[in-house]
Nanobody, 117 residues
Framework: QVQLVESGGGLVQAGGSLRLSCAASGMTMIFSRSAMGWYRQAPEKQREFVASIFTDGSTGYADSMKGRFTISRDNARKTVSLQMNSLKPEDTAVYYC?????????WGQGTQVTVSS
């Protein structure tokens, strides 16, 4: 069974930075062959796409994250990271990683990011 464990969230002031990490494990997942993504869910809102990284290293971002967020991956360690700069209060959400889907693997617990104004 695939497990995804996110970490690195916290409370930060507007304009600050955070770096999120996601560790993937599970015999059924060949990480290096999987396009990965970060997603987020704010209170009372649906989960939304944040960023993606493909097996060739190419990346994609939601419009509101372009220029502020950077996604990266380490295939040897089976991790995917999200560097978030110039954070805004509207970035407050629980952040999740998963394959770039749908479909998706079971969602992890996520990591809470709170940006104060």
């Amino acid at each position: 069974q695939v497990q995804l464990v996110e970490s690195g969230g916290g409370l930060v002031q507007a304009g600050g930075s955070l770096r999120l990490s996601c560790a993937a494990s599970g015999m059924t997942m060949i990480f290096s062959r999987s396009a990965m993504g970060w997603y987020r869910q704010a209170p009372e809102k649906q989960r939304e796409f944040v960023a993606s990284i493909f097996t060739d290293g190419s990346t994609g971002y939601a419009d509101s994250m372009k220029g502020r967020f950077t996604i990266s991956r380490d295939n040897a360690r089976k991790t995917v990271s999200l560097q978030m700069n110039s954070l805004k209060p509207e970035d407050t959400a629980v952040y999740y990683c998963n394959i770039y889907g749908p479909p998706f693997y079971p969602w992890g617990q996520g990591t809470q990011v709170t940006v104060s104004s």
